[in-house]
């Protein structure tokens, strides 16, 4: 037993020495366009074959200065930049609720590299390395948020050991006198992908098939504009390059699938984090049966619908159960399609700055519940 305990006071002292290197000899943070608030900083991280990999990384931060009530950290898909979350950004700002936003590896701000694999562990570990050299994240809470591709990420940096730890280790690394374990509150999955391949891959050959063919490089000056044509005209997504085309495929071959259950399993063991659910019912790349089978996943869960235009209905209903002890609210939007960040933008606020409040009662919801 006592080797136990030692061998797992050296695991936690070992992530703790991490993130306390990453922070201090490796954080020179640049204004990257002072206008939008994005910043640039050299964050270093490995792809899943070993291989360290250094970039400038691009990020979006609406408050740099601290003072926030919470912090949200939200993680595009594939295609996607920080200005998918663009809609969130005003109002949660006017409450004190600060938004971090990385931008991922060759979609379009972030610089690429040839070695990047874009697995869930490659992209993990680059997303924390832009959290951990964000300042002035105070004692505050901590929310993950993850849209489509970024839906799983969000998910598994939450849970991960870097961010939620054990109680015995708070008393061994005391960070303002709250635990890490305590700063993760919440996790909001959008329109996520699941267990199983979903139709916006299929067939999955197809992607196998080019990406080796880009892999060649050879005929690359032909297939990076296809992708760029296929993606902007025939998907509705926009990417900025060819090139951003085919890096966000290469994303579209690395869903984990199972392997996001470990972190599911982490979840329903902290009830101390909230985790909302949304998709959509009219998704054209993720199915809501494929939805819905993810959800399941997660226990003490309220499941809801909402199939009108006006969200009070469903707002109130997703407050409630979070009050009412349920750790995860699964919300289906019946008629949207695939960008709730966008279309159902004040939900998402109302439901966060509802979470929020719960620790910092100044905030409350633009909702009002006192009606039937």
């Known amino acids: ?71 949200v950290f939200a993680v595009h898909g594939a295609p996607g930049t920080h200005a998918d979350f663009k809609y969130l950004v005003p109002q949660l700002k006017n409450n004190n609720v600060r938004m971090i936003m990385p931008n991922f590896p060759g979609l379009g701000f972030t610089p690429s590299d040839p070695r990047l694999c874009c697995e869930n562990e490659e992209r993990n570990e680059f997303a924390q390395a832009v959290l951990d050299s964000v300042d002035n994240l105070g004692t505050t809470a901590l929310i993950f948020m993850g849209h489509s591709r970024g839906g799983e990420n969000a998910l598994q940096i939450a849970t991960s050991e870097l961010n939620v730890v054990g109680r015995s280790s708070s008393a061994i690394f005391p960070t303002d006198g709250r635990s890490l374990k305590e700063k993760v509150r919440g996790i909001v999955m959008l329109n996520a992908a699941g267990l199983r391949i979903h139709r916006g891959i299929q067939p999955y050959w197809k992607i196998d098939y080019f990406i080796r063919l880009l892999d060649l490089e050879v005929f690359n000056f032909i297939l990076e504009p296809f992708l760029y044509f296929v993606y902007n005209r025939i998907m509705g997504l926009k990417v900025p390059t060819g090139a951003a085309a085919a890096m ?55 499941d809801l619908e909402c199939s009108t235009y006006d969200s009070k209905d469903v707002t109130r209903a997703t407050i409630e159960a979070f009050s009412g002890g349920a750790q995860t609210v699964s919300v289906n939007f019946v008629d949207e399609g695939h960008f709730l960040q966008k279309f159902r933008a004040q939900y998402l606020i109302d439901v966060i700055l509802a979470l929020v409040s719960e620790l910092s009662p100044t905030i409350r919801p633009d909702v009002d519940l006192s009606t039937n």
């Open 1 to 71: 037993m006592l080797s136990l305990h030692r061998s797992r006071f050296c695991q936690l002292s070992g992530l703790y020495l991490r993130k306390l290197i990453k922070r201090r000899s490796f954080s020179t943070k640049r204004i990257y366009d002072a206008k939008a608030g994005l910043y640039s900083v050299p964050v270093r991280f490995r792809n899943n074959k070993g291989d360290l990999i250094t970039l400038d990384a691009v990020y979006q931060d609406t408050m740099p200065e601290g003072g926030q009530r919470a912090t």
């Open 248 to 302: 966000a495929l290469r994303a579209m071959r690395t869903f984990g699938y199972e392997k996001i259950l470990p972190s599911v399993e982490t979840v329903n063991s902290r009830p101390e984090i909230k985790l909302l659910h949304a998709f959509s019912g009219q998704d054209y790349f993720i199915q809501a049966d494929v939805s819905r089978e993810l959800a399941m996943k997660f226990e003490n869960r309220v």
